[in-house]
């Protein structure tokens, strides 16, 4: 019994010069957390030599127990001190084996540009919007009903053939305007309402400087109590100037659309000539009965301009075929 303390005191301080050596030699955290187990674990030689505790005086046993607490100290922080040091050198690794030359040339790559017809639609957008209008989308391919019976173009109405238009097989056809949406929207929705519709159109044209059989078109149409024809004068008054600048002479000139009345051509003084820029005018009474809409309650006013038509007038351009050229030298000018 006399001899127990000295030797479990012996085999302590052994384990601990053996152990710290050990430690200080691994080279890798997979062979560290081995060494943490065998010294340390429930069946690690730690807890063999303190298995002989039980076999102490109990004068004996304070000492060789704060002994044990002692090397266990040592040895958790030898682990982590060697723990720190490798994962060190493991990110330093990590960061020569993937450093990034910064010096090498970059891959280039063409910064792009916004097309002018997108950014022509883009400027729209961005008045009516400040004006208080939606935007709203609907269907390119759509049902006659949508594209003329509803906006009041009857199945025998001469109007149908100023927009002559692509039919599908199943008897539905290619949108020739996006008048369709103000019928789609103002079936779901009830006044007060301020839209503004853009999109693409097709009709069968021949295509020459200033016509293509594939177009786009932008609407905006309002519907509330008291609209008059003095409020859509404001309003597109208002765009044509934000658009071309305050001092653009614009003038109304009556005309006809099946879907409104009265109606009107509007007209721009462009480089001294009056040049024709959009069409518009008052719902019909008709198409406001369509989409279930009180003609004694309500009015409205719808006007729609071709995209193309202005982007050739704020670029400068001579021919709308170059907006579908898809000729870089050209583009790479906006």
Not at 62 to 77: C, M, R, S
Request: overall charge negative.
């Amino acid at each position: 019994m006399t001899n127990q303390p000295n030797e479990l005191e012996a085999k302590l301080t052994a384990l601990k010069v053996d152990a710290q050596k050990a430690i200080a030699a691994v080279n890798t955290l997979p062979q560290l957390e081995e060494l943490r187990v065998a010294y340390l674990g429930k069946k690690g030689q730690l807890s063999q030599i303190l298995g002989g505790l039980g076999k102490l005086s109990p004068e004996e046993r304070p000492k060789i127990g704060a002994l044990a607490n002692e090397v266990k100290e040592a040895l958790q922080t030898a682990l982590e001190s060697q723990k720190s040091s490798l994962q060190a050198a493991e990110i330093q690794a990590r960061l020569e084996a993937e450093t990034i030359d910064v010096t090498m040339p970059a891959v280039y790559r063409p910064q792009g540009r916004v097309h002018p017809i997108n950014s022509t639609i883009d400027r729209a957008i961005d008045i009516f919007v400040g004006m208080g209008y939606t935007v709203e989308t609907g269907p390119e391919m759509e049902t006659d009903y949508y594209n003329f019976e509803a906006l009041n173009f009857l199945p025998d109405h001469p109007a149908r053939d100023m927009q002559d238009t692509l039919y599908l097989p199943d008897g539905n056809l290619l949108r020739t305007h996006t008048s369709n949406i103000q019928i789609h929207y103002m079936e779901e929705n009830d006044p007060p309402i301020r839209i503004i519709a853009p999109g693409r159109c097709y009709r069968r044209d021949t295509v020459d400087a200033t016509h293509t059989a594939v177009f786009h078109q932008i609407e905006f149409f309002a519907v509330d109590e008291n609209l008059t024809f003095t409020d859509l004068k404001g309003t597109i008054k208002e765009f044509l100037h934000q658009m071309f600048g305050e001092e653009m002479e614009i003038r109304f000139r009556a005309s006809y659309f099946p879907f409104t009345e009265p109606s009107a051509e509007v007209d721009m003084r462009w480089k001294g000539k009056w040049l024709e820029i959009m069409g518009c005018g008052m719902i019909d009474p008709n198409v406001l009965k369509s989409v279930g809409y009180d003609p004694e309650t309500y009015t409205g006013f719808a006007a729609g301009f071709g995209v193309e038509r202005v982007a050739l007038l704020l670029h400068q351009l001579d021919d709308i075929r170059r907006l579908y050229s898809s000729d870089l030298r050209f583009l790479r000018q906006f």
